[in-house]
């Protein structure tokens, strides 16, 4: 029987790219995020490619109710297998005695409240079924912390220790609990953390190669795909040309 996979922030990026290689694998989807024309257009894609069954629920993780209404009331009681707690962002980069308060509060409430709301609602469905996989797409940021990076990498040191707390409490319960943490990966998400600001957005992957969406669904999808024994507790994912969150070999350089 295919397996049921909820993906959160499915419009773009990381969650995008696993909705397509979860499709690719037979999994049943489940897909949120803020944007629906992007979500329908991503459904009826997957399911004439793949011929997979999706569906599409476009709230904001960040309101309780939403994702209270969208657990309780949208997904009815089938099992659900695997939860990739994807949706999150970056909002800003600057020194916290400079920084702006809402960014902070839309950083805490989609990366930590957001995660923390959906899983508090779907990991009891998986306590009773005794079985299933929470994957939470983390950071290096969630390891290292790195200058102007404050309250962002606040934010994925919180997914780590969830997750961390997660696999505690529920490895005696047939749950598996991955944290992915990545490095620098191109998508929207600089454009979205520079508010827009395109070329500032670029300078980040400027002369070096980054990691690509489908680098780490890649993972994602190795993580899920593995034998029910095994458990792939924590994965730090860096392009080559990266050592660490503040070290970058660029082209440029001799
Ligand atoms: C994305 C990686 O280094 O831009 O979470 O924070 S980084």
Same mark, same amino acid.
């Given at each position: 029987?295919?397996?049921?996979?909820?993906?959160?922030?499915?419009?773009?990026?990381?969650?995008?790219?696993?909705?397509?290689?979860?499709?690719?694998?037979?999994?049943?989807?489940?897909?949120?995020?803020?944007?629906?024309e992007?979500?329908?257009?991503?459904?009826?894609?997957?399911?004439?490619?793949?011929?997979?069954?999706?569906?599409?629920?476009a709230?904001?993780?960040?309101?309780?109710?939403?994702?209270?209404?969208?657990c309780?009331?949208?997904?009815?009681?089938?099992?659900? $297998?695997i939860?990739?707690?994807?949706?999150?962002?970056?909002?800003?980069l600057s020194?916290?005695?400079?920084g702006d308060?809402?960014?902070?509060?839309?950083? %805490? $409430?989609?990366?930590v409240?957001?995660?923390?709301?959906?899983?508090?609602e %779907?990991?009891?469905?998986?306590?009773?079924?005794q079985?299933?996989?929470i994957i939470?797409?983390?950071?290096?940021?969630?390891?290292?912390?790195?200058?102007n990076?404050n309250?962002?990498?606040?934010t994925?040191?919180?997914?780590?220790?969830?997750?961390?707390?997660?696999?505690?409490e529920?490895?005696d319960?047939?749950?598996?609990?991955?944290? %992915?943490a990545?490095?620098?990966?191109e998508t929207?998400f600089?454009?979205?953390?520079?508010?827009?600001?395109?070329k500032?957005?670029?300078?980040?992957? $400027?002369?070096?190669e980054a990691?690509t969406?489908? $680098?780490?669904?890649?993972?994602?999808?190795?993580?899920?795909?593995?034998?029910?024994?095994?458990? %792939?507790a924590?994965?730090?994912v860096?392009?080559?040309?990266?050592g660490?969150?503040?070290?970058?070999?660029?082209?440029?350089?001799?």
């Open positions: 029987m295919s397996k049921t996979a909820i993906i959160t922030g499915a419009t773009a990026g990381i969650g995008e790219a696993t909705a397509i290689e979860f499709a690719k694998l037979g999994y049943n989807l489940i897909l949120t995020g803020r944007r629906k992007r979500l329908q257009k991503l459904q009826s894609e997957l399911e004439s490619k793949y011929r997979t069954s999706v569906s599409v629920h709230f904001d993780i960040q309101v309780k109710a939403e994702v209270e209404n969208f309780r009331h949208e997904i009815g009681d089938k099992t659900i $297998d939860l990739v707690n994807n949706a999150g962002l970056a909002s800003g020194p916290l005695h400079e308060v809402d960014d902070w509060e839309k950083m %805490i $409430d989609t990366n409240k957001g995660l923390l709301y959906i899983t508090r %779907i990991a009891p469905r998986m306590v009773a079924q079985s299933g996989h939470n797409v983390g950071s290096i940021a969630g390891i290292e912390v790195y200058p990076g309250v962002y990498c606040a994925k040191h919180a997914v780590h220790a969830i997750s961390e707390g997660l696999r505690r529920l490895y319960k047939g749950i598996r609990v991955t944290n %992915i990545p490095g620098l990966v929207e600089s454009i979205v953390r520079f508010h827009g600001d395109e500032r957005a670029s300078n980040v992957y $400027d002369g070096m990691l969406a489908n $680098d780490i669904a890649d993972c994602i999808a190795f993580a899920a795909t593995r034998p029910k024994h095994v458990n %792939i924590e994965m730090l860096l392009p080559t040309n990266q660490s969150a503040t070290q970058v070999k660029r082209k440029s350089q001799p």
